[in-house]
């Protein structure tokens, strides 16, 4: 069993939610931990305004890029140190900035490898575009969730996603 660390920020901007399962890479063994942290007044406004400017205006989108990637840096090493883990693996959402996937598109901003180095630890990402390359909608992260922790409970059961 691996012990993984997921992060997703949505388009509100508002912060980065964490959680650590551990899992085989096809079922969960258990659920751990999980927090939000709040992105940094600086991070939000250049997330917000580069969301406002669309994908035709991406001047500002390698700045928002580094932000995105520090403040989750910063984010999982406070929460790792805090909750006592050393996650195998950390996957990375980044931010999304872009999601149209009717016409297959989607842009989340982030560096992957900068965050496995800064954090030492083997990061994925680009899951959003992977997820509609295999004919998904983009959106393969919170779904994957809410089916294990569905498992056990009484059928039918819904979950209602009230994103950014």
Known sequence: ?????????????DGIDM?????????????????????AYETRAAVLDA????????????????LVTRDHAEAIDAFCTA???????VAFHGQTVWHDPEHGET??????????????TAVVGDLRLADMVAGGEGAPL???YHQALSLEL?????????GG
């Open 1 to 13: 069993m691996w012990s993984v660390v997921g992060t997703i920020s949505g388009t509100s901007a």
């Open 19 to 39: 959680a650590e399962i551990g899992t085989d890479g096809r079922a969960v063994s258990h659920f751990g931990p999980s927090s939000t942290v709040l992105y």
């Open 51 to 66: 969301i406002a400017g669309g994908p035709e205006d991406r001047s500002t989108w390698p700045e928002v890029a580094r």
């Open 83 to 89: 909750q006592k883990l050393a996650p195998d693996l």
């Open 107 to 120: 842009v989340q901003l982030g560096d992957p490898q900068a965050l496995a180095t800064e954090l030492g």
């Open 142 to 144: 919170v779904p994957v």
């Open 154 to 162: 009484p059928q039918p059961l819904c979950f209602l996603n009230i």
